[in-house]
T-cell receptor, first 110, second 114 residues
Framework: QKEVEQDPGPLSVPEGAIVSLNCTYSNSAFQYFMWYRQYSRKGPELLMYTYSSGNKEDGRFTAQVDKSSKYISLFIRDSQPSDSATYLCAILNRDDKIIFGKGTRLHILP | DTGVSQDPRHKITKRGQNVTFRCDPISEHNRLYWYRQTLGQGPEFLTYFQNEAQLEKSRLLSDRFSAERPKGSFSTLEIQRTEQGDSAMYLC????????????FGPGTRLTVL
């Protein structure tokens, strides 16, 4: 079983919709959970990180961690065409290494 | 722009040639990481440095790969005797020691081995 599993998509939604992106992870010891956004032919950009369970909000973005089910989510409200990108979930393992999911390609349709 | 720069941005080489990539980190970051990313995959960890010390290398990093960070500032990643399977995006990221979860990535070097 891979440490981080993520549906690669693509996911297409109309502009203004709420987007839900999800990942599962295997090791209950993980404590830090991150979401990165990557535009085509660019390096990943850190969007948000959360520690342990709960929600964290930053503008239109909300990250959610459910440690009981080993499930992490990113919600994007009022989605914009500029949100079209690949979204990578990631965890920090005990050796301070980041393990990434495969990424979900998101298309926001104008 | 995250403040992390990589050079070159693109490299095309023939199989069997050696290539070297450079990463210049955010100046106050003492951790520097190298990742490899292939199409449709997330970045995969290769190696990382704390200042000039190389602390860990992934099993993905064969003997043909070597990385250095001689003065704890910029880093180089060299691939000897390149193979077509080495074609990928090579990404550099940096962080402070106390915030390893906040890694800032450079734009990457895209390597194509013909």
């Amino acid at each position: 079983q891979k440490e981080v599993e993520q549906d690669p998509g693509p996911l297409s939604v109309p502009e203004g919709a709420i987007v839900s992106l999800n990942c599962t992870y295997s090791n209950s010891a993980f404590q830090y959970f991150m979401w990165y956004r990557q535009y085509s032919r660019k390096g990943p950009e850190l969007l948000m990180y959360t520690y342990s369970s709960g929600n964290k909000e930053d503008g239109r973005f909300t990250a959610q961690v459910d440690k009981s089910s080993k499930y992490i989510s990113l919600f994007i409200r009022d989605s914009q065409p500029s949100d079209s990108a690949t979204y990578l979930c990631a965890i920090l393992n005990r050796d301070d290494k980041i393990i990434f999911g495969k990424g979900t390609r998101l298309h926001i349709l104008p | 722009d995250t403040g992390v720069s990589q050079d070159p941005r693109h490299k095309i080489t023939k199989r069997g040639q050696n290539v070297t990539f450079r990463c210049d980190p955010i100046s106050e970051h003492n951790r520097l990481y190298w990742y490899r990313q292939t199409l449709g995959q997330g970045p995969e960890f290769l190696t990382y440095f704390q200042n000039e010390a190389q602390l860990e290398k992934s099993r993905l990093l064969s003997d043909r790969f070597s990385a250095e960070r001689p003065k704890g500032s910029f880093s180089t990643l060299e691939i000897q005797r390149t193979e077509q399977g080495d074609s990928a995006m090579y990404l550099c990221a940096t962080s402070g020691t106390s915030v390893p979860y906040e890694q800032f990535f450079g734009p990457g070097t895209r390597l194509t081995v013909l």
